[in-house]
């Protein structure tokens, strides 16, 4: 589950960073942009380094890891799993995946 501390916005969040802290988000946004338009297959595997992305990216945000919270594994060009149904799932241990979704499967839906 993730914890949110009741009353603090994004925006104090963001103000509660230190600059190194920033531009790691900023950087991790980045990475993650280019990871999602056009991945470098033979060096990793894709699905799990955006899982680890997010992780980072939660932890810096001052969240709990929790993959359940988890959005940018639909933004792969190509994947064909829906968008609207998965977001209304977050925070559910639930993802809908569809057959001919060349990223994610039922061995690997993430």
């Known amino acids: 589950m993730n914890t949110v501390v009741v009353g603090k916005t994004l925006q104090q969040r963001i103000n509660d960073m230190t600059p190194v802290e920033h531009a790691a988000l900023t950087a991790l946004h980045r990475l993650l942009d280019e990871i999602v338009d056009s991945p470098r297959t033979e ?5 799990v380094f955006i899982e680890d992305i997010e992780h980072t990216m939660q932890g810096l945000w001052g969240f709990t890891r929790d993959r359940d919270f988890h959005i940018h594994w639909l933004r ?13 799932l977050m925070g559910a241990p639930y993802r809908i995946i569809t057959e001919n979704c060349p990223h994610h499967t039922k061995e690997n839906p993430f």
């Open 76 to 88: 792969r060009a190509g994947c064909t799993c829906p968008k609207l149904d998965n977001h209304e």
């Open 43 to 47: 060096k990793y595997d894709v699905n």
